[in-house]
């Protein structure tokens, strides 16, 4: 089964910009992995903030957005607010659906 | 509005069966493929099966595969997940998730608030 890496932690100061990244066992990332990104907060259940590589849903903060970099999926957050400190996972689905694995999670500190 | 509603988890000793069940709303519902995807208590979110919209096509975790089945009652509205032989190690909360399209490719769209499995003696 692959494997998908993200950093477990990072911190970024408000109103600050940090790059989250979301890595493949098995190579490239490509929009064909249709990666997404989930936001957890304590207590509550995930709920998706970006899909398809890039695009945003109806309630996703536009300081948000979703890229390909270096051969990762990535997650942008510019203007960092004190509300986003949240646990971030990333997805990868592999051979059109056949095989979907969540990374480990990113823990970001808003600091 | 689109609602995902889990019920149907609760204590369930080893060796022993559950099932989940899954009410949607607010959209048609055999247009969208679905998901079940887990997390135990702090631990990562972990992908557990997926179903298509007709509920032709079906995919499990190694995890689970041969102890879990997802179906899916168009008629219904509702999505399940049949557990058998559980675990300890199956001990999560369990997410309902809508995937964007109608064949199966990823849980990227709405997710349900969870209802928790536990399995203990």
């Known amino acids: 089964q692959a494997v998908v890496t993200q950093e477990p932690s990072l911190t970024v100061s408000p109103g600050g910009t940090v790059t989250l990244t979301c890595g493949s066992s098995t190579g490239t990332v490509t929009t064909g992995h249709y990666p997404s990104w989930f936001q957890q907060k304590p207590g509550q259940g995930p709920r998706t903030l970006i899909y398809?590589?890039?695009n945003k849903h109806s309630w996703t903060p536009a300081r948000f957005s979703g890229s390909l970099l270096g051969g990762k999926a990535a997650l942008t957050l510019s203007g960092a607010q004190p509300e986003d400190e949240a646990e971030y996972y990333c997805l990868i689905s592999y051979s059109g659906g056949r095989e979907v694995v969540f990374g480990g999670g990113t823990k970001l500190t808003v600091l | 509005e689109v609602q995902l509603v889990e019920s149907g988890g609760g204590l369930v000793q080893p060796g022993g069966s559950l099932r989940l069940s899954c009410s949607a709303s607010g959209f048609t519902f055999s247009s969208y493929a679905m998901h079940w995807v887990r997390q135990a208590p702090g631990k990562r979110l972990e992908y557990v099966s997926g179903?298509?919209?007709?509920?032709?096509?079906?995919y499990y975790a190694d995890s689970v595969r041969g102890r879990f089945t997802i179906s899916r009652d168009t008629s219904k509205n509702t999505l399940y997940l049949e557990m058998s032989s559980l675990r300890p190690v199956d001990t999560a909360m369990y997410y309902c998730?809508?995937?964007?399209?109608?064949?199966?490719?990823?849980?990227?769209?709405?997710w349900g608030q969870g209802n928790m499995v536990t399995v203990s003696s």
């Open positions: 179903i298509s919209g007709n509920g032709g096509s079906t």
């Open positions: 998730v809508k995937d964007r399209r109608k064949v199966v490719v990823a849980p990227s769209d709405y």
């Open positions: 398809d590589t890039s």
